[in-house]
Each structure stands twice: as C-alpha cells, then as structure tokens.
C-alpha cells in the first residue's frame, strides 16, 4: 500500500461569486429552483439583506475575485435601479470579476438601454434564456417571450458587445430541434447550454403527469451533439458547447471543485476551513453551504452547512470534473484530497473503465460519451466504495 500523501492546502482564496436573484416575472411549469414572483416591498427587503450578507461573507473570508453569476430566477427582471443596487452592494464589499461578469437574461426584458445599462455595471456576459426558437415548443414550456422576442433580445445582446451564451432545452415533444439548433447558431451566440426537459417532483409538468421519454431525452442528447460539433463548437463538458475562448470561466470553477460564495435565499456556495481550525483538525476540506428560502433567509437564519471530508472532496470532485471532456488528474486529485485515489477507488475506477464509462490516459480520468449518459450510476459505485 502506497504511503497517504498529505493534502495539499487548497488555495483558501474564494475567486467565484454567484448571486441568487429569485424573482420571475412568472413560474415555468417546468421549473424547480427556488423562484417566486415579485411582490409590493419584497424586492427592497431582498436588497438590503444583500447589502448585509455581502458584508458578511467579505468580513469571514478572503475574496479575490475572477467572475461573478447573477443567477436566478431572472435578474434581468430586476428593475434598472433595483440591478444598479444590487451590483452596488456587491461591488462594495466583494469587488468584481477580473475575467468574467454573467447575467441571466428572460429575452422578454431586454431592451437597447437596458443592455447598455448592464454594460455600464461591467457585466460582459449574458446568458439568455432562448429554450427555443418555436413558439410553438416555448408556449408548450410556459414561456413569457416568443421566437421573435428571442431573436431580438440575443441581437441586440451582441451588438452591445456581451459574450452571448445561448440556453436551449431539448427533448420536448414536438420540438423542431435542428431548426432551434441552426437558429440560435445563426444568431452569433459562441456559447450554448443545452439541457434535456426533465420533469421534476412537485413542478406543475409533474402535477400535470407530463412525461419525457428515456428514448427522447437520449436522442436530443446527441443529436444536439452532432448538430453543434457540425457548425463548429466544442462540446466541453456534458451539456456546454463553446466556439474556441468562449467557455463559461464560472462554471468551469464549479466543474473544478473550486471555492466559491453563495450570495442570496437558496444559492449555495463551496467554503473553506481554513480559520476554523476545528475543521482543519478533522481533516476537513471545506464546507458546503446552502441558503434558507427568501423568508428564512431575510430574518438572517443560518443555511444548511454540510462538512466536506476527503472521501466527499474526492467524489464532488469525480462527479464535477468527469462532467468535463479534459477529465480530471488523478494525481492532482490525490495531492487535494490527501486520499490515494487510484487505490482507495480501485474497484469502481476498473469496473467502469471495464464497461467503457471511463477512460484513463496517463493519469488523466475522463467520461466516454456512453459513460456522461450514464454518469450518476458511475458516482454511484464510487460513493458506495
Ligand atoms: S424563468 Fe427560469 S428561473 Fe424563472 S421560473 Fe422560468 S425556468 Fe424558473
């Protein structure tokens, strides 16, 4: 048996932002984050409890940031002064993204001044909630735009000089997906997200008894592959497609295991210990937090902290990075976790890499495109190790 090499100190330094913005101008029935429409006097309360965690997270760690996510929800539905607020109080407590600034974007809230708005607060990315071109498909998805909206919206995203990532799902019942795919391709977006409709316990499809086909779900997986690869992207992780410099630097941070801060009710966010050394004593690696609920959240109450020991770290780790088509280092995972992963893992890594989920180059652990479809039974043997 291999002596267990110590853990190396992750950088302790939080160099990711995301900022939870839970209001929609209404709720897709399909939708199961933690949203809600806006009501008198709660977006200002929202606001000023940011002011406050932003505060908060600036006094507990060191922060240095690269990129910053408004997320939600839709923070593009966010009035002018209520966004120029918000950019505000994290400006003045966090700093900003050195690399990358994302919006989330409903096309139905864009306008000429608004972009130039964004702009303006040093947001250089936009990502757009297209879904699809058909409108047909988009009143099927309970969507508040039409294709001509969409159309619009990514435009005149572009001529205000964002990077513009498109978000497509697939899978939908009578979807014309090649014409969605060659549409938002000719609109000029370098970036497209593409997720499958899944139906989700307690959303209003599920209320419904709206069902997908495993059959479907597969076939808009790779069609949209063929489709994206034919005009020219790379698809870099599971469901992100990127023309060359066009990656989203954010989520690769989440597919890295990298630290980052959870702003706002229900975002989650990966911490370290270092400072607590109670953790560092239990050989934690960090901590994830996830925020209560826009009520709870506003009286102030504690999240949800869940601590992240090296058996946790090693498959967040697998989970995240084989999600990515570069993979993940066996070696840089072992030196992170202080775990030998090659050993401790043995079983599962030769049986997947038996049944042709995984592939090992070198030291290099990546998911065949049979093993990203199958990709929670991989983890799932690894988490039963
Ligand atoms: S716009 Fe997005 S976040 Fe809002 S309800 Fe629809 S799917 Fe959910």
Known sequence: MAPVPTPTAPDSTIRHLYVHVPFCPSIC???DFHVLTRRAGLVEAYLERIETEAAELAARYDVDLDTVYLGGGTPSFLRDSEITALV?????????????NTLEI????????????????????????????????????????????????VSTLIDAGFRVSGDLITAVPGQPLEADIDGLVALGVGHISAYTLTIEP????????????EDDERAGFERTEELLTAHGFDRYEISN??????????NLAYWGNRFYLGLGPGAAGHYPVSGTPAGQEAGLLGQRRTNLHLHEWLTGAAGETQAIDAEEYVTDALFMGLRVRQG???????????LNVAE??????????????????????????????ALNRVITDFLEE
Not at 130 to 142: E, H, M
Not at 354 to 373: C, I, M, V
């Open 328 to 338: 993940i280092s066996l070696g840089d995972l072992t030196r992170r976790s202080g």
């Open 88 to 100: 505000g109080s994290v400006r003045r407590h966090l700093g900003w993204g050195r690399l990358e």
């Open 106 to 153: 409903n096309p139905g809230t864009v306008s000429t001044e608004r972009a130039a708005l964004w702009r303006g607060l040093g947001i250089d990315r936009a990502s757009v909630g297209v879904q699809s071109l058909d409108d047909a498909t988009l009143r099927f998805l309970g969507r508040t735009h039409d294709s001509a909206q969409a159309r619009a919206a």
């Open 202 to 213: 307690g959303t209003e499809f599920a209320r419904r008894g709206v069902t997908v086909e």
């Open 241 to 250: 497609y990127a023309r060359p410099g066009q990656q989203s630097r954010h």
């Open 344 to 373: 401790h893992y043995a079983a599962p890594l030769k049986a997947n890499l038996t049944r042709g989920l995984l592939a090992l180059e070198g030291d290099t652990l990546r998911a065949t495109p049979q093993g990203w479809w």
């Open 29 to 31: 029935p399909y939708c």
